[in-house]
């Protein structure tokens, strides 16, 4: 009789037990559901506020202003940095990408000659200057050959260009939240620390410092100079008159975040520019566009020297499956989420490895 109540009373705490953990476990689906439209933006804010908190420390320390007001300047400025500049690209990407459809649509799509120069390239210049003048002289004839890559192409481009709009407010979101972390970055790292805390114990405000770190490392010296090639890089397409200025823009984005040289971009478009710019202009360009290439070089051993060294595929995955996911704004996020994730798995397994070898 006594082990038929234990077993009626252990039945009891289980189903409640159940019921709460699904309770719990609902509220907790419909709050993800609710709030996962803006998941990206939150998320990019505090990777933002993050890596800007130096900096906006000394403009605090600087001026003697409370958190509000500096907060709020520091958002004004970083609004009229990034995204001044990003309206004329994204305007840029838009009017490339609307006409492409229409020559695509009516067939009137229009080729340049080659320059002349173009068959003395090395290795791909005489196929190249033939595939090129094959296409210049018919163009539908040209895209018949390759119709489906083009489409592609094409498709891909114009789905990005329609998204941009929208990204580009996601990204204003995402400075105004970056200001609001900021005000409250006091508070804000507390939190963190005892949410890693109760997640690691001891090794939580190590673990949290160490995600700081990776995280500043990872914006600084990978994503902002990105986004800075990008913007000098489209300013000079922009000034050049370079044909699909704002696509090429949004190419060399993609791949600087990914860790692939835009030179491979710039210097073909440099020789382009002698085809039919004066000599000095062209030659402005390609000192431009040879300083914004190498731009990596220089400032990324400088922004990364105390920070994270992750492998190219790690950056790789992150930034093109985050843009799969979540549109252009994944592409930052995706890396940065998926670079702090392989530091922290990483310090992981060398932390097991450190306590067996001071155990043997």
Same mark, same amino acid.
């Given at each position: 009789? @006594?082990?038929?109540?234990? !077993?009626?009373? $252990?039945?009891?705490?289980?189903?409640?037990?159940?019921?709460?953990?699904?309770?719990?476990?609902?509220?907790?689906?419909? +709050?993800?559901?609710?709030?996962?439209?803006?998941?990206?933006?939150?998320?990019?804010?505090?990777?933002?506020?993050?890596? #800007? $908190?130096?900096?906006?420390?000394?403009m605090?320390?600087k &001026?003697?202003?409370?958190?509000?007001?500096?907060?709020?300047?520091?958002?004004?400025?970083?609004?009229?940095?990034?995204?001044t500049?990003?309206?004329?690209?994204?305007?840029?990407?838009?009017?490339?990408? @609307?006409?492409?459809?229409?020559?695509?649509?009516?067939?009137?799509? !229009?080729?340049?000659?080659?320059?002349?120069?173009?068959a003395?390239?090395?290795?791909?210049?005489?196929?190249?200057?033939?595939?090129? &003048?094959?296409?210049?002289?018919?163009?539908?004839?040209?895209?018949?050959?390759?119709?489906?890559q083009?489409?592609?192409?094409? =498709?891909?481009?114009?789905?990005a260009?329609?998204?941009?709009?929208?990204?580009?407010?996601?990204?204003?979101?995402?400075?105004?939240?970056?200001?609001?972390?900021?005000?409250?970055?006091k508070?804000g790292?507390?939190a963190?620390?005892?949410?890693?805390?109760?997640?690691?114990?001891?090794?939580?405000?190590?673990?949290?410092?160490?995600?700081?770190?990776?995280?500043?490392?990872?914006?600084?010296?990978?994503?902002?100079?990105?986004?800075?090639?990008?913007?000098?890089?489209?300013?000079?397409?922009?000034?050049?008159?370079?044909?699909?200025?704002?696509?090429?823009?949004?190419? +060399?984005?993609?791949?600087?975040?990914?860790?692939?040289?835009?030179?491979?971009?710039?210097?073909?478009?440099?020789?382009?520019? $002698?085809?039919?710019a #004066?000599?000095?202009?062209?030659?402005?360009?390609?000192?431009?566009?040879?300083?914004?290439?190498?731009?990596?070089?220089?400032?990324?051993?400088?922004?990364?020297?105390?920070?994270?060294e992750?492998?190219?595929?790690?950056?790789?995955?992150?930034?093109i499956?985050?843009?799969?996911?979540?549109?252009?704004?994944?592409?930052?996020?995706?890396?940065?989420v998926?670079?702090?994730?392989?530091?922290? $798995?990483? =310090?992981?397994?060398?932390?097991?490895? &450190?306590?067996?070898?001071?155990?043997?």
């Open positions: 009789m @006594q082990d038929k109540l234990k !077993d009626t009373e $252990f039945m009891k705490n289980a189903v409640e037990a159940a019921i709460r953990i699904g309770l719990v476990a609902l509220l907790v689906y419909a +709050c993800f559901d609710i709030a996962k439209p803006f998941l990206p933006a939150i998320v990019w804010g505090g990777i933002i506020a993050i890596a #800007s $908190f130096p900096l906006y420390r000394g605090q320390n &001026t003697g202003w409370g958190n509000g007001m500096t907060a709020t300047v520091f958002t004004l400025i970083m609004l009229a940095v990034l995204i500049p990003s309206i004329y690209l994204t305007e840029a990407l838009l009017s490339n990408a @609307q006409e492409l459809s229409e020559d695509l649509k009516d067939g009137t799509l !229009d080729i340049p000659e080659p320059p002349e120069n173009v003395g390239w090395p290795l791909v210049g005489k196929k190249l200057d033939k595939v090129w &003048t094959e296409a210049a002289a018919n163009p539908k004839a040209a895209m018949g050959k390759y119709e489906d083009v489409k592609k192409v094409a =498709n891909w481009v114009i789905k260009a329609a998204s941009m709009g929208g990204t580009l407010l996601m990204f204003v979101f995402s400075i105004i939240i970056a200001g609001i972390f900021l005000a409250r970055a508070g790292h507390a963190m620390t005892r949410i890693m805390t109760r997640l690691a114990g001891e090794r939580g405000e190590a673990l949290n410092e160490l995600s700081r770190q990776t995280v500043t490392s990872v914006v600084n010296g990978i994503l902002g100079i990105a986004i800075l090639q990008t913007l000098l890089a489209g300013i000079g397409f922009l000034v050049m008159g370079i044909p699909a200025a704002g696509v090429l823009a949004l190419v +060399c984005l993609i791949l600087a975040v990914v860790q692939i040289d835009i030179l491979i971009v710039l210097i073909p478009l440099s020789i382009y520019a $002698f085809s039919f #004066s000599p000095f202009a062209a030659v402005a360009f390609l000192i431009w566009n040879i300083a914004v290439g190498l731009m990596n070089n220089v400032l990324k051993p400088i922004l990364l020297a105390r920070g994270v992750a492998p190219m595929a790690i950056i790789f995955i992150g930034a499956g985050g843009m799969l996911a979540m549109g252009i704004i994944g592409l930052f996020v995706g890396a940065v998926f670079v702090l994730g392989y530091t922290l $798995f990483i =310090n992981w397994l060398n932390e097991g490895q &450190t306590a067996e070898t001071e155990a043997g």
